[in-house]
């Protein structure tokens, strides 16, 4: 059999869980909604829409879990 680990996609630093990290990651790309997205902030798009905005938010935070 083949194991695949899941990873949640709002995950964006890929450490397992999404958190304040992650969080901090989407706010230093955050661009609005006419602005091209850098390569480097890619995997924040969390929706695929090319652009890094309030709806890439909704979708981390719909999957956010605060830690200690």
Known sequence: ???FEA???SDVNGDGIVNLRDMGIL???L???S???????AMVDL???TRV?????????RS???TN
């Open 1 to 3: 059999p083949v194991l």
């Open 7 to 9: 990873t949640a996609v």
């Open 27 to 29: 706010g230093g790309c």
């Open 31 to 33: 661009t609005g909604p």
């Open 35 to 41: 602005i091209p997205i850098s390569s480097n902030c």
């Open 47 to 49: 929706n695929a829409d």
């Open 53 to 61: 905005d309030l709806r890439d938010a909704a979708v981390l935070f």
């Open 64 to 66: 956010f879990q605060p």
